[in-house]
């Protein structure tokens, strides 16, 4: 904490002790706000959050931010923050997963931005259109301002692919050619696998096959399930398929990642996000390349939004105020070029997406970054389960999902029992 006088002992001092009989009028300086703030993934977003905290601490020396409890993973983020919300002991901002900022606006751990977004003006102006606004407005309350968005793309090795006899310019446009594509790179052997489709973790990947066929989560009244349908079906078969004609391999944690780096994997599916550390980590090893994922429902056919959404729970009106003027920075057109140049997430900002003089030059520069940017008309919210057990669903859907994987159940099984648990975890109606 910086102090707001000079002693009376060190006023003396500066004018060489004679200082009898005159007033030196105390030098006031501005108070510095302290306030902490959390994330995950920091291996995706470190770099981006602190090109962020360093601009935004040159324009507001008067406020010090300090990251705390960085976490591995969304999931384990929301769980920090539930288990700190018990304690009272949060940090004043958080960045979320977008489909958990329900949660915490159902709970109250999330205040409502709306009367300091009203102090602004019109949030327009500012970059915050409707569509973006709406990915952070659940039950009336806007719980949080998007700072990063997302959607699945394809990672290819176009090394691997001309050696396995395929063109690296024609991708394939369905999974039923990726599939034929991965199992022509395995054929090559030598510890080569074909393809790896990033299942486990949470149900973001499962929505990219759920909205992909046109499926959607629960009704739309959210009094029961809908993914027990063709279109859920249609997407853990597909899983299936994966592994049985596609042969791909049940990578635990980051070992995909590290597979592919090394040029041992042909295709990988994954965010978009990850453009920038993947590309750092290939290095010279091969040549990478990025495409859109492959369209499964032509006019149906969608993707989830995933991504991050910064939210403050702070109730202290000094910090409350210091955190919002860190998350609006945050999530600017100045905040949301930082995030996209050192990570590979989609804009979130409406300025920043329009005016060319951010982002326009970095996208023709940087081809590896426009996968996702060619998908955005598809894109629609990741969805947020309702009540109180939100994480618990999501962790059925993974655990049933890993069956598949390790071939233990039939994907007709797996629905089944899927839809079974996630109904009696969802309110009733």
Not at 183 to 191: D, E, F, L, Y
Not at 204 to 232: I, K, Q
């Amino acid at each position: 904490m910086i102090s707001t006088t000079l002693s009376r002992r060190k006023t003396l001092a500066l004018m060489g002790g004679t200082a009898a009989g005159l007033y030196m009028p105390a030098i006031a300086r501005a108070a510095t706000v302290e306030i902490t703030a959390h994330y995950s993934m920091p291996a995706i977003f470190q770099e981006a959050q602190e090109a962020v905290l360093a601009a935004f601490s040159a324009k507001h020396p008067d406020i010090k931010v300090s990251y705390v409890n960085p976490t591995p993973t969304y999931e384990d983020g929301a769980q920090l923050l539930l288990r700190n919300a018990a304690i009272n002991q949060m940090p004043d901002v958080s960045f979320q997963g977008l489909n958990r900022l329900r949660m915490f606006a159902e709970r109250g751990i999330a205040i409502d931005l709306a009367p300091l977004l009203a102090g602004l003006g019109d949030p327009a102006q500012y970059g915050y259109s409707k569509p973006i606004l709406g990915l952070g407005f659940h039950g009336g309350v806007q719980c949080g301002l998007p700072f990063a968005t997302s959607n699945p793309i394809s990672y290819y090795n176009a090394n691997l692919f001309r050696q396995a006899g395929l063109d690296p310019e024609a991708f394939p446009k369905d999974w039923d050619g990726v599939i034929a594509h991965a199992a022509k790179i395995r054929s090559m052997g030598a510890g080569v696998d074909g393809m790896f489709f990033r299942w486990p973790g949470d149900d973001w990947m499962f929505s990219a096959l759920l909205y992909g066929h046109g499926g959607r989560m629960l009704t739309e009244d959210e009094s029961d399930v809908a993914f027990n349908g063709p279109e859920g079906l249609a997407a853990l078969t597909l899983l299936d398929r994966f592994v049985k004609e596609g042969g791909m391999p049940n990578y635990a944690g980051t070992a995909d990642l590290q597979a592919f780096a090394a040029g041992q994997l042909g295709m990988m599916f994954r965010t978009t996000a990850q453009v920038r550390s993947i590309s750092n980590s290939v290095g010279s090893n091969f040549e990478l390349r990025t495409t859109t994922l492959p369209v499964i429902d032509p006019v149906k056919g969608r993707l989830p939004t995933g991504g991050a959404g910064a939210m403050i729970t702070t109730t202290d009106p000094a910090k409350q105020e210091a955190a919002f003027k860190f998350v609006q920075f945050a999530t600017s057109a100045e905040g949301t070029t930082l995030m996209v140049k050192n990570t590979g997430y989609v804009p979130c900002n409406q300025i920043a997406i329009d005016d060319p003089s951010y982002l326009g030059s970095f996208y023709a520069e940087n081809p590896l970054f426009q996968a996702a940017t060619k998908q955005v008309h598809l894109m629609q919210p990741w969805y947020a389960f309702p009540g109180q057990n939100s994480v618990r669903v999501t962790q059925v859907m993974v655990d049933n999902m890993a069956r598949i994987i390790e071939q233990k159940a039939t994907p007709e099984q797996v629905l089944a029992d899927m839809a079974d648990e996630v109904r009696r975890l969802i309110p009733r109606a």
